[in-house]
Structures are given as C-alpha cells and as structure tokens.
C-alpha cells in the first residue's frame, strides 16, 4: 500500500503532517493473567498430617501464642501417634490442647499443653488411671472434621461437637452436647505431650471460671540419641497458665489426682513427670466442670493463656475475645489476618492443586516464631525471669529451630515481614543476653534447646541484616555472636545431651580453632564433620555481615574460617569425612555412613558447601566432574529420578543438610539441571493431601522450600542475599515486603526449562540475581520452554560468586 500524506487543521490554526504508513489491525494486548484474590481459601491445614510431616490442623493466628488442635491417641495416655500430637490416620481424640509447634521431629516435640476433652458420660474414675485412653477419649470421622486458617470443627463419635476459634492469646470454643446427655468438660491440666513437673487447677462455680497452670518443657527429652537419662532437656523451663470463662453455670465439678477422682472437687494439683509408659502411666491432675442438657445442648467458653501469669492470661482473654465475642467472629477476624499475611505474595497462572500446596506452604511457614509477650509487653526470658518487651518492639518471639530454619524459612520470613524478622533478632539477642551470652542452637520459646549442631543462630541474623533488616540491634548482636565464636564457653567441654542435644555451644571452640576443624574423637558434640561444615557456614555468614556492615578487620579475621570445610573433605575418597585430633581419618568409611555427621549421611553432607560452589567444585576435579557426581546424587545407577528419600546415597527431601543442592547446578555451569531437578521434587515430593510434606516441616522450613521453589528462585548462601533462579510454576507472582519493597515475576509458561530472563527489561545472561534485587526491588521475567536451552547462563563469568 502506498504512503499517504493528509494535512489536517491543527488546534491552534496552524497544519499538522501526519504520515500514514500501511492500515494494520490492532490488536489487543493480552489481559494479565489474574492474581489469587483470597489467598486463604487455598489453605489446607491438613496437608502435612501424615507422612511424618508433624503438622497439625488446628487453629491458630499468623505467629500465633495459641495453637489449638486435638491431641490423638493410639491408646497410650503417655505417649502420642505424632511429635506434635496429631496424626491423620490415627482418628482417636484425647482432649483439644492449646499449644503447638509446627513440624517438630521428634516424638513428642514439645508443647501440647492443657488437653480440654467434651467427655459425653460420667465422669465417675480418674481419667489418669485410664492410662489407655479406653474410656476418656473419643474416636472420629474425617467425615465430621473441618479446618481452616483460624478455626477447627469436628463432631466426635461420641455425639459430642468441638468449634474452635482463636486470637493470638486467646481462643474461644463452643461445645455441643447430645440433648439429654451426661455432658462434661475435662481439663487435663498436667498431660502435655511430654508430661509435666506440676499442673495446678481450681474451679470457681459462682464465677464460672476454670483456671490453673502446668509446669513443664523437656523438649525432645525422650530422644535416644540426646543423652538418655541425663538429657539435659529433660527439665522444666516455662509454665503455662489458663484462664477460661462460660456463658453457663456449671452443674456439677470434679476433680482428680493419680488414681483418686474426688466428685465436687474444686482444686487439685500434681504432675506426670516426664518418662513414659509405665514410668508415667496414671500420674497427673485435672478436673471437669458438667452443664445440664436437658433444655441447652451448647457451652461457650473463653479462655486465655499466658507464659507470665494468671492475670495475664484473663487480660489476654478479655482484651482479645471479648464477651460479644462469637466462634464466627473470631474465626472470621483470624481468617482477614491470615488473608493479609498469605497476600504478601500472590500467584496467578498455576494449577489448582500447585496453588493450593503453594499458600498452605506460605501458612506452613509464618505460624511460627510465635508471639510469646502478654498484650502488657511482659514475657518469659531464657533465664525463666519475667521481662517486659524494648520500647519500639512490637512482639517478643520464641521457638527457633535454628538448624532447620536458616536455610529456607528465615529467608522467607525475611523477605515477606522484614519487621518482625527484627523484633525476632531483638528476641534472639535478648534470649542469649538472658542466657549468659550463649545463642542456643534450638529454643523452645525462650528456653535453650541445645539440639542439633553448629551456630544458627549466626547465619539467621546475618541473613535478616543482609535481605535488609535493621530494626534491632544489629551492632551488639553482630559483637555477640562473634564472642560466642571466638571465646570458649564454660560448657563448650561438656557431653551432656551427646550426641544429639549437646548442652555446649561452639563445642570444643579452643581445639576447633587450633585444629581449623571438629577433631570426631573429642568434639563434645553430635559429628565432626558436620560441626564443622556447619561452623564454616557460619563463620562466613558472619564475615558477610562484617564485611556488609564496615567491619574490615572483622571480615579478614572471619573469611578463612569460612574455608575450614576443607579440612574435614578426604580426597582419598572425595566426601566430607570425620577426621581425628591425631590428623587420622576414621576408620570404615563410606558414603552412606552417618559417623561423623547429624541426620544426614557424607554423601548428603558432602554437598553443604553453598558459599564455596567452585571450591568444592576445584576439589572434585573441576566443574563437569561436579556436575556428574551431582547428576549421581539425584538419580539412581540405572538414571532414574531418586529424589523422594531412603537412599543415604542420594538426596533426601525429608531433612535439611542437602536441601539447597538441587540449586548447586547453578554454580557448576549446568543451570538447566537445577531447573528439571527442582520441578521433579516439587512434583513428585510435595502435593495436596495429608501426606503432601516429604518430611517434618520443621516450623514451615520444609513448606518455605516449597515456596521458593514454586517461585523460581532460592537464597543462594545464608548471610547473603543474592538468589539463585529456577523456573516458576506461576506465570505471575508479585511480593509486597512490609518495608515497602515490590518483587514481580513473570513467566510466559509454566515449562520447566528456562530459555532466558529479563531483570528490569535488560537481557540477564546470569543465573542468579543480586542483592539488590531483594533489597531495592524489581521485576524478573522469564522466557520459559519444554527443552533444556544448554548454553544459558554457562559462561564463567556468569555463574554465581563465591566470597
């Protein structure tokens, strides 16, 4: 078509050219795909609650204190079918407990405090002496069970119907009794999950009151391998206090003690201890209170905790469940602050079911650390002394299981609510400040823990100052953790708790530093070699904040110790090993063999080297040679994927040590591996379901992989910020941080293989972002396909840096 001039009348009087080119249709540019409107209808709390994913599917709030979610049984009182109480296919109820940790290996965890049972019948004998739960307890159908962020239904065989709602302090509960029947509330004050000291009740008719306490912790106490009978967990640290209220007068009360049930009662008190079995079998404490149901089949109560006091408790309750207060409205404020949580990061273009494992990962994760201050800004510290909250911070946290936590959890935490990662910093230096000093590996709300290996803690608050947290003292807990890994503590020599639960921290420090690795032989701790990967990585972290934060000197000194790895890898055999004060090596190895190292074997730990990518590489003889023996780690001899568990010679989703090497493949030139290994975990190792978790979730570590995973892009090394890119399973996703920052990520498919990438329109020939990118923003855009594009992001120039 030939070009056309036309003049045209301006708007001012004067002419306006305007040339014409060929008639072209135009045509609409395409809608964006549209965002998850209400995150929180995708949520499934039962997704986790088999497989041993020891999730539970009760009620709670976004960092909740309160947490309640039946307590089974498999028909021993002292003892439960899941670390954290609740096992899907084991559909017998003892009582309805108001604390939780999420994902907790052990069995019991911890927690489960104050099982309350709606008990159909007479309470006419001690529910502690029916030790097999035969009579006290009561079976269900999945059938009559519900759950949603927030609130929990069931309606139990015995008639009997429990909805549960909560605030973060408080809940608020009504039971339905069969019209007619014999309706009781048991209070069974002193059966936690791992007993208890002591457990006190008393029962007020004229002002309808239940309250009382239990005094109890022993976190992991039973473990085998966490010293026996000299576990230094196996102790009291923090008492839980209850108060609850009802719209009913009470028709009858009772209480009990061991074997003694006393009808009227209105006091009793004593504990369980913490054995099991016939060593704890029909001890305890507790008490009931009964309602006519002749015309009122319906009793509402509020209750309210707290880990400071009685008075604490009633002002948690009153202030947060008032009198007005409904199970709806309770249930449907919890639901708006998790929709608001779960909306910091929104997805569009997935699948219903990637969807949905995507947001009950996202709720997985941000349950836990949870708030541990009265709403008056008191709270339990380390030291079991009552402390009141810094002027400025918003909440006191607890529970960190720092082993697990740093390598995916925190990051996520950190990129969605860089606020309250700094009231959890403020909380983890003021817990050690309390502790003498000592950063503990894992606590239980404020109390140490000692489980697990190598200093956590540092590579947590290096990671929240590298993704841009500043809101706490970042000065004095930098100069903090460098003593504890500097300076000897008294209980660094100590066995206590070995192998799995050792009391010190930094073991052995003096001999570590002198050796520049964990000797296995004298270490005081749970393995050498994996003590001193975990060091090496910590150390480092702490040198990136150094170095990020002005601290020249305080860099150089740390950097090399990022590299004592090294020392423990045996080139005789190319694997991570436990080596000896002598120099010598242990004697037998293998790949598969676990001595030396915690929960994982060498060929799992051999791999934990995330800020050393192309020194290991060097090690193994140079990049390709990497690559293979990494292609050998997730497949089997025959090729075949073998990345579900079972095998110590290949990955296993299940557990910590290795998760991050999927995305070692980044770094050895090979992207496209990590982005087809990536999506064969997220596909076949995760889904929908109860058994929708390859493993325990470890307070939402294991969902936080998941997260990154569906995103496209996962923390390359803790104390960094840096990420490294895989492919999303969403054509669109866009994170809103608290501090204001925005993250977008646009997919043309959801392919697996990523055929180029866009940051902020320009050509991104790397495989990795910066730290810019989380701390400024920005907007990643991928090109994906259905084969691998095999030169991407390959050259050496661009693959991620190390140091």
Known sequence: MSR?????????????????????????????????????????????????????????????????????????????????????????????????????????????????????????????????????????????????????????????????????????????????????????????????????????????????????????????????????????????????????????????????????????????????????????????????????????????????????????????????????????????????????????????????????????????????????????????????ARPGQKAVYGTFSGWDQYRAQIQLLAILRPDVAGDMATSMLDFATQNKGIWDRWLHLGAPAHVMTGDPAAPTLATYYAMGVRNFDTGAALDSLVKQATVQNPDALSDAGCPGQCLGQRPTLNTYLALKYAANDICHCWGGAAETLENSLADFSLAMWAKSSGRKDLYRQLLPRGDYWKNTYNPAVGYQAARKADGSWQPGFTPSTDVGFAQGSSATYTWMVPQDVSGLATLMGGRPAAAARLDGFFHDENGNWAVLGGNALRYDPTNEPGIHAPWLYNGLAQPWKTQETVRQILDTAYGTGPAGLPGNDDLGTMSAWYVFAAIGMFPQVPGRAEMLLGSPVFTRVEIERSNGVRLTVNATSTDTYVQSVKLNNSTLRRSWLPESFLQRGGAVSFTLGSSANQTWATATKDLPEDH
Not at 279 to 303: E, L, N
């Open 4 to 388: 056309v001039r036309r003049v045209v009348a301006g708007a001012a009087g004067g002419l306006l050219v305007v040339t014409m080119g060929p008639v072209v249709r135009a045509e609409a540019a395409p809608a964006p795909v549209p965002l998850v409107g209400n995150p929180v209808s995708y949520v499934d709390p039962f997704i986790g609650t088999t497989r041993g994913g020891n999730t539970w599917p009760g009620a709670t709030r976004p960092f909740g204190m309160m947490a309640w979610s039946p307590t089974n049984t498999n028909g021993d009182q002292t003892n439960a079918p899941a670390a954290n109480g609740y096992e899907y296919n084991a559909t017998k109820v003892r009582g309805f407990s108001l604390t939780h940790v999420n994902g907790a290996g052990c069995a019991p965890g911890a927690a489960g405090d104050i099982p309350i049972l709606p008990y159909v019948g007479n309470v006419d004998s001690s529910p502690t002496a029916d030790t097999k739960d035969a009579k006290y307890a009561s079976t269900f159908s999945h059938a009559n069970e519900t759950a949603s962020p927030g609130r929990y239904t069931v309606t139990l065989d015995s008639g009997a119907r429990t909805d549960l709602a909560v605030n973060t302090r408080a809940g608020i509960a009504d039971f339905t009794f069969p019209a007619g029947s014999a309706a009781n509330l048991l209070f069974r004050t002193s059966n936690s999950l791992n007993g208890s000291e002591n457990a006190d009740i008393e029962i007020d008719s004229s002002a309808r009151t239940v309250k009382g306490s239990v005094l109890t912790g022993s976190f992991c106490g039973r473990r085998g391998n966490g010293g026996g009978a000299n576990n230094p967990d196996r102790r009291s640290y923090y008492r839980l206090y209850f108060s609850a209220t009802f719209d009913r007068d009470f028709a009858s009360t009772g209480t009990w003690h061991d074997a003694t049930v006393t009808p009227g009662g209105t006091a009793a008190s004593g504990g369980e201890g913490y054995l099991t079995g016939a060593d704890r079998a029909g001890r305890g404490s507790g008490g009931w209170v009964g309602f006519d149901t002749g015309s009122d089949t319906d009793v509402r109560m509020r209750i309210g905790i707290s880990y400071v006091s009685l008075d604490g408790a009633v002002a948690n309750r009153d202030a947060e469940i008032p009198a007005t207060a409904t199970v709806d409205s309770v249930a449907g404020a919890t639901r708006e602050a998790w929709n608001t949580e779960l909306s910091r990061i929104r997805v569009g273009g997935g699948t219903e079911a990637r969807t949905t494992a995507f947001y009950t990962s996202v709720y997985h994760a941000l349950m836990q650390p949870q708030i541990m201050n009265d709403l008056d800004g008191r709270y339990l510290g380390s030291d079991l002394q009552v402390h009141s």
